[in-house]
């Protein structure tokens, strides 16, 4: 099946500082890729969605100027958490979308793990 | 808006018991349906999709799930359940009104098995 890989898999930073996490589609083109945030004992909550080589689109009430992302190719794309606050802490799942010319099925990364102190 | 609400949050059941998840959406059009699985400390992984066709699905570890339009249901079910499969599930929801398709999740139902 289709693999999607994220690194790191698990960060601390100060708080203020920015962490960048990466989302690989490895053995697909990913069209489309979108970031969750899960927080504990919840659901996973779509953040937003890029489309190689344009600009994502945010989900109401996340903050495009905090989280940055960037989907530079058909396998990449980047969330940068600017300026992370301990609120930011949580797990963050990024899925790649393949689009088989029917209804598309989203395959998961494993997840980064933020803590800001 | 459109929703998926998943009506337990924590199931507990021994070995060998049935086991039915209840899954409800919130949109009029047509939607693709799904349920994923997480086990501990493991990703997301999908069991099972509904696009169209029969509404009776069967997925991967001998999970089905049943779409009822009327009741915009899609109940997970497994007719004996392992202590393997103890994990949290979660049904979403992908509209197809047209542009992106994004899914939308549920709040998840926690399993655990015992032996």
């Known amino acids: 099946g289709a693999v999607v890989s994220q690194h790191p898999s698990r960060v601390i930073c100060k708080s203020g500082t920015s962490v960048k996490i990466e989302c690989r589609s490895l053995?697909?083109?990913?069209?489309?890729m979108f970031w969750y945030r899960q927080f504990p004992k919840k659901s996973l909550m779509l953040m937003a969605t890029?489309?190689?080589?344009?600009?994502?689109?945010?989900e109401q009430g996340v903050e495009k100027d905090k989280f940055l992302i960037n989907h530079a190719s058909l396998t990449l794309s980047t969330l940068t958490v600017t300026s992370a606050h301990p609120e930011d802490s949580s797990f963050y799942i990024c899925?790649?979308?393949?689009?088989?010319?029917?209804?598309?099925?989203?395959?998961f990364g494993p997840g980064t793990r933020l803590l800001v102190l | 808006a459109q929703s998926v609400s998943q009506h337990n949050h924590h199931v507990i059941l021994s070995e060998a018991a049935s086991l039915e998840l209840g899954c409800n959406y919130s949109y009029g059009g047509t939607v693709n349906l799904f349920w994923y699985v997480q086990y501990p400390g493991q990703h997301l992984q999908l069991l099972l999709k509904y696009f169209s066709g029969d509404p009776l699905v069967k997925g991967i570890k001998g999970f089905e799930a049943e779409f009822i339009k009327s009741k915009f249901s899609f109940n997970l079910r497994k007719p004996s359940v392992q202590w393997s499969d103890t994990a949290e599930y979660f049904c979403a929801v992908n509209a197809i009104p047209g542009g992106y398709n994004k899914l939308i999740f549920g709040a998840g139902t926690r399993l655990a098995v015992h032996p």
């Open positions: 890029s489309n190689e080589g344009s600009k994502a689109t945010y």
């Open positions: 899925s790649g979308s393949l689009l088989s010319g029917g209804p598309e099925t989203q395959y």
């Open positions: 053995d697909f083109q990913a069209t489309t």
